[in-house]
């Protein structure tokens, strides 16, 4: 990535909300867009090895991250997502995890057998380790951001 921010700003940036009209900043704003029925959609139609999206409109965070989807994570079964965020990577209730704005969940098709639970394996192991969120968004550095932790398990 070409953009180098320090950690705190990426970690500041990603609680501030931004109002359209009138101009107006809110720090860690409890509202998102999608709601229990949408979850209830979610929860009918995931299924383990599943890569979960996510998006928080308006945030300051969002404008600094390239493409539409900000976020992703692997869902591991037991209601359960994988992700890498500020603190780590963590498993966290997929619950939580759908407190968004806009989610979208991708299969992989034609899995080799096997590759499924070599995924999850690989995502419980940065869990279980608390591997730390790469800020500097290298490849191979021991650390992982999102997206890099889920192209690693895959």
Known sequence: MGLQLPAWLIKVTGNIYLHKFP?????????????????RKILNVVQRGDIMLRRYDGFLNTIFTPG???HAGLFVGHDSVIHAVGKGVIEEDIL???RTDSVSV????????GLIDTAIAC?????RKKTEYDYRFKAKNGNVYCTELVHECY
């Not at 995502?123 to 869990?127: G, N, Q, V």
Request: charged share 25%.
């Open 23 to 39: 101009l107006w900043v809110t720090y860690k704003p409890a509202h998102h867009k999608v709601k229990g029925k949408e979850v």
């Open 123 to 127: 995502a419980t192991k940065h869990a």
């Open 106 to 113: 991708l299969r992989v098709k034609s899995a080799a057998d």
């Open 96 to 98: 939580t995890f759908c």
């Open 68 to 70: 539409f989807w900000g």
